[in-house]
């Protein structure tokens, strides 16, 4: 799993970077919040793991703006590695959008545990997305099935239709020939003459 390691300290992030390889992590390292943001804006990391006091940029304001440009098929896990420890500054994390917060010095059996609670948070989050994307494949098949059984059914009726009126026009022409032999053997003054114009009239209006 590829990880985002974010602090302005150069021991601080080496010790990071450390312990976060020795948990299979493949890792990508910022000295500070600008820093991470382009790299996280260029390729989304599935977890970041970042300082809290940077200079320019924050790791809440980087937290904000990950949360913001956010995926509803993806997510980024963050931890936020910090010297604050105060229950309102965990509180202040968590509604920037941290999902886990710990307090420097770090040990690679903290880190360990962390890495492992977003492993299974990221794969249970997957499983949720997939479980979305296949759902909403259904909902359109099962939409597209009912546009073509519509579809059929117009197809049916305008068929119909059409081999109808394709039996007027020869109604109307056989109509006609009889008249024009009519006339031409026994002229108007053949009995059926006005019939068959009658008949010829009514398929007009057809």
Do not use: C
Not at 61 to 87: F, G, H, K, P
Not at 148 to 156: D, G
């Amino acid at each position: 799993m590829r990880a985002l390691v974010v602090d302005d300290e150069l021991a601080t992030r080496t010790l990071l970077i450390g312990l976060a390889r020795a948990n299979g992590l493949e890792v990508t390292s910022a000295a500070d919040g600008d820093e991470a943001w382009e790299l996280h804006r260029a390729d989304p990391f599935p977890l970041v793991m970042t300082d809290w006091m940077m200079p320019r940029m924050s790791g809440l304001e980087l937290t904000d703006r990950i949360r913001a440009s956010q995926r509803s098929d993806t997510y980024t896990y963050v931890l936020v590695v910090t010297t604050l420890s105060a229950r309102e500054d965990t509180l202040k994390a968590f509604q920037a959008g941290a999902d886990d917060m710990l307090s420097k010095p770090v040990d690679a059996a903290q880190i360990s545990a962390r890495v492992a609670v977003a492993r299974r948070f990221l794969a249970a989050h997957a499983r949720r997305a997939e479980e979305a994307y296949l759902s909403s494949l259904a909902a359109m098949q099962s939409e597209l099935g009912h546009e073509h059984a519509a579809l059929s059914t117009n197809l049916a009726a305008l068929s119909k239709l059409y081999r109808g009126q394709g039996a007027v026009a020869r109604a109307r022409a056989f109509l006609r020939r009889e008249i024009d032999v009519l006339l031409a053997s026994e002229g108007e003054s053949h009995p059926r003459l006005a019939q068959l114009r009658e008949e010829l009239t009514a398929l007009k209006s057809m």
